[in-house]
């Protein structure tokens, strides 16, 4: 972990001594040429060090060209959401931040959508007007696309109104914790939000998927006094990959023990979506690793609510600097970033429905294994 925080002080000092902010039409080639994969290729670390060396400078979010470039990212992701869908096992997308989409041959669903920083210095943009966040017609394109929202909490950077409003409208899935729904109960579409129980032997069925819960907290102080209710969600697919999100819960006990009992039962996760740092209690991101081997798509990557106004720097950290903590971290599973609009296809070698053991295996588009021992 301190590898990755010297990485990401070096750049910082690099930026305050009047670096020359990358083109972005060059950056977003590069990534486009370099995807996201397992194996993790120092061509792929340099189109990710590009984009973080753009954004690590100082207001980069209120920037034009750095809207734009989110704006043609999300636009990129739910061009593919409307033209392709895997044939088997699925497709992860990475929006902003903790927001990411799945995609099955049956159903799409997302965890912690959201359009961008929620913070008036943040989405202000530049003399044109435009902001760093989705537009309505991204908003509208979201709504016909996803079948099933699941938020773990309820601080603006894992919900939005207006997304969650419009997918209640349309008739969507969105589940949320109690306190959550508690916030939203003077919006007419309140009522359609679902609360779920906790689980232990017998999960919910949510549409396709069968979904469970963990309901407990993000701490704010050391004595965990005093918290946000969040949920951790295991949501496992009619092909049998199962996807595990962990929101911003920030002790492992609870959440270890869980998915212990949840192992013993059969249970199995393939993927986990959002960050292994953070914690504000017991760090049990290598106890899971252990565990499951799973796939460990890192986010809560580029948050800019967490840098100060006119400060360069990476906020929640860069993409290269998340990667190489997380690597350092995770000695059995595979961590990969996906930055702004980008996919990966992971497949399953498993029947559907079959209970994982420390010799099943997932693999990627490109055919590679990852193997439990």
């Known amino acids: 972990m301190n590898v990755a925080r010297y990485i990401a002080a070096g750049m910082t000092l690099w930026l305050a001594a009047g670096a020359i902010a990358p083109d972005l039409d060059a950056v977003w080639q590069g990534i486009l040429a370099n995807p996201p994969a397992r194996e993790h290729t120092e061509a792929r670390q340099e189109a990710l060090k590009a984009l973080d060396e753009r954004l690590m400078q100082p207001d980069s979010e209120r920037a034009q060209d750095v809207i734009a470039y989110y704006h043609r990212a999300v636009n990129r992701a739910l061009d593919v959401l409307e033209s392709e869908r895997p044939a088997k096992g699925i497709r992860l997308f990475q929006l902003y931040s903790s927001s990411v989409i799945v995609q099955t041959p049956e159903t799409v669903f997302a965890i912690d959508l959201d359009q961008g920083p929620h913070d008036n210095r943040s989405r202000a943009g530049a003399e044109d007007g435009a902001e760093f966040g989705l537009t309505p017609e991204h908003i509208a394109r979201l709504a016909r696309l996803v079948d099933i929202a699941f938020h773990t909490h309820e601080h603006d950077d894992h919900i939005d109104y207006e997304i969650t409003k419009a997918l209640c409208e349309n008739g969507k899935i ?14 007419p579409w309140a009522g359609k939000l679902v609360v779920l129980e906790q689980t232990l032997a017998q999960p919910h069925t949510v549409g396709v998927l069968t979904v469970d819960v963990l309901h407990d907290y993000q701490w704010d102080n050391e ?47 393939d993927l986990i979506t959002g960050s292994p740092g953070f914690w504000r209690g017991v760090n049990t991101a290598r106890e ?63 029947q559907p429905g079959q209970a994982a053991d420390r010799s099943k295996r997932i693999r990627t588009q490109t055919g590679r294994r990852l193997i439990r021992n």
């Open 174 to 187: 969105v589940v949320v914790t109690a306190s959550n729904k508690e916030r939203c109960q003077d919006e």
């Open 288 to 350: 899971i690793d252990a565990l499951f081997s799973p796939v460990w798509a890192i986010g809560h990557v580029w948050e800019f609510t967490h840098r100060a106004a006119g400060k360069p720097g990476g906020a929640t950290g860069t993409y290269t600097a998340n990667l190489l903590m997380t690597r350092h971290l995770i000695q059995k599973g595979a961590p990969i970033v996906l930055s702004w609009g980008e996919d990966i296809v992971l497949e399953p070698d498993r």
């Open 223 to 269: 004595e965990h006094t005093s918290g946000t209710p969040c949920n951790a969600y295991l949501i496992t697919t009619p092909g049998g990959i199962s996807v595990l999100s962990k929101g911003d819960i920030n002790c492992g006990l609870r959440l270890y023990g869980w998915l212990q009992i949840l192992a013993a039962n059969g249970r199995h996760v």
